[in-house]
């Protein structure tokens, strides 16, 4: 894995630049080294939660294959005129390598913010520059994608099993171990399992959080969970008031913290702030929007779900 010296940002300057180095659950990478071994590259939709690998991947495919590329970020700056110019121009001409080099790529980075008129024209760009050009789409939620744009891209899964999650958590220690070390941080291996355990499978997030925690030279996220931990504390207030104003413009104001971390803090503190009679379904409720956390298209509203039922709860 090489690095970028002139990169300020960790996630950028240690990003893998081959699949052997992406911290990939084994199916993953096997799927993805075939077709590097084959030099063989279809259109695709890589689709799961922030942070698992897919733009890494994209970048990484088409730096093995010798791809001409250009990434377009979907949730900035890709409107129709974007797609008819842009991209139609770098589509429509032939790669540096000349005739039969591998072909170029168009890397739609968060596609699932696409217009649904842009996937239609989207859907007609694909087949009038297949000769030339492939499409790479990346999205946290493939129900978002239009259906014709599915069956002409092999649709590929990140998400991590819980089986799949403990191997793939022991491989990026080591990786952010190295990183540390490489960036002269001193660290306690402890806290770094600790950030791990926090935000797996969002590797970017747990990088970003070492960087931020790190201004010293040294981890220290201390500080870090305690700040969680106190606002967290602020919410709960406002469930047991039914506060709903100050409950959703806290949602909405505090969108870096993932809601497991939300969900399990109030879930550990039941017996502190719950009456004994509701505790059991205020169990039930947080174990219900836990899992659709997973899969939901807006985990804003699905909070926000989740802790207005929790409000019709009697409190201490």
């Given amino acids: 894995m090489s690095t970028s010296s002139t990169e300020f940002l960790w996630v ?16 993953l990478k096997a799927t993805f080294t075939e077709i590097v071994q084959k030099g063989q590259l279809h ?3 890589l689709s799961a939660g922030p942070g698992t690998g897919k733009t890494t991947v994209a970048k990484a495919l088409c730096k093995e294959l010798g791809c001409d590329w250009i990434i377009v970020n979907a949730s900035e700056d890709c409107g129709i005129d974007v797609l008819r110019q842009r991209i139609k121009q770098f589509a429509s001409t032939v790669s540096l390598g000349g ?3 591998a072909p170029k790529v168009v890397i739609l980075d968060e596609s699932d913010y696409l217009s649904g008129a842009v996937q239609a024209a989207l859907r007609g760009f694909m087949e009038e520059f297949s000769a030339n050009c492939r499409f790479i789409l990346t999205c946290n939620f493939k129900n978002r994608i239009i259906e014709p ?3 002409r891209c092999a649709v590929i899964d990140f998400n991590i099993t819980k089986g799949e999650l403990a191997k793939s ?6 990786r952010l171990r190295k990183i540390l070390t490489d960036e002269g941080i001193k660290f306690d291996p402890k806290l770094v399992g600790e950030l791990i355990v926090k935000f797996a499978p ?10 931020r925690s790190s201004t010293s030279g040294e981890l220290q996220i201390t500080a870090l969970c305690s700040a969680a931990n106190e606002s967290i504390a602020e919410l709960v207030t406002f469930v047991k008031t039914k506060d709903f104003k100050s409950m959703r413009g806290w949602v909405a104001q505090h969108s870096d913290i993932d809601s497991t971390t939300i969900f399990r803090s109030i879930y550990d503190g039941l017996y502190e702030y719950a009456q004994p009679a509701s505790i059991p379904q205020a169990v039930l409720i947080i174990a219900d929007y836990s899992y659709k956390a997973s899969f939901v298209v807006d985990k804003e509203i699905n909070t926000t779900a989740a802790l207005t039922e929790l409000m019709s709860l009697d409190w201490k």
């Fill in 169 to 174: 958590a022991a491989a990026f220690s080591k």
């Fill in 149 to 151: 744009l599915h069956s």
């Fill in 202 to 211: 969002d590797w970017r997030r747990v990088i970003n959080e070492c960087q």
């Fill in 12 to 27: 950028e300057k240690h990003r893998p630049q081959c699949i052997a180095d992406c911290v990939l659950p084994e199916r």
């Fill in 99 to 101: 005739v039969g080099s």
């Fill in 43 to 45: 259109n695709l939709i």
